[in-house]
């Protein structure tokens, strides 16, 4: 009977333990005094930083800045690791705070639950909002413009070889060409003007995810 009436005691605790639940306009109006910790449940609208583990949760009512999200369960993971990206629905638990005087945001989140959303299983690339664009033309066509001016501005080797050169280069946030290697194939004098032309390229339009520019990486065969 004792124990009995411990376990009901007991039970109220319990209860009052449990997170309670706020939509994204709740919780933004919480103090920065309150360190209570809530859930709040939104799809991912935008991820901001996969090294600072930085996103944008959104619901019906508003949009959270959750700032060092991690997952409890995997101890050690970072944020790169979770895969999580637009379009997924999260359950996320955290505090309130205000960084630098003025930014509302749930600092320190965890993570609770995850469902993947509809294009979860897509690429980095198909989930571009633009693919890089180069004279005009935008994703494949893009590059198959790159590859015509490549060869129409490349000029013999200095040694007179033929063949092919595997080269892989960067198109930046700001559309210039950047990092470019000859990685396979070609004698030296091949690779050098294969680099060569790859580096006087005129800029592209840059790769453009989540509103901002994005680089990508490319491989291309340069043949002589």
Known sequence: MKKLLLLLALVPAVCLAQPRQLSV?????????????????????????TTSGSFYLQDPTGTLLVYGLKDPARPGVNFGQLDIVKGDTLTVLGRFTIYGGSTLEMKDGRLVRKADGPDHHLSFYDRLERKPAFKGKEGADGLEAFKAWVQKNLKKAADGATGTVEVRFVVGRNGGIQEVQAIKGGTPAMRAEAVRVVQSAPKWKPAISDGSPVRMPYTLEVRF
């Open 25 to 49: 306009k709740e919780f933004l109006k919480l103090q920065a005094s309150d360190t209570t910790s809530y859930l709040v449940q939104g799809v991912v609208a935008k991820v901001r930083s």
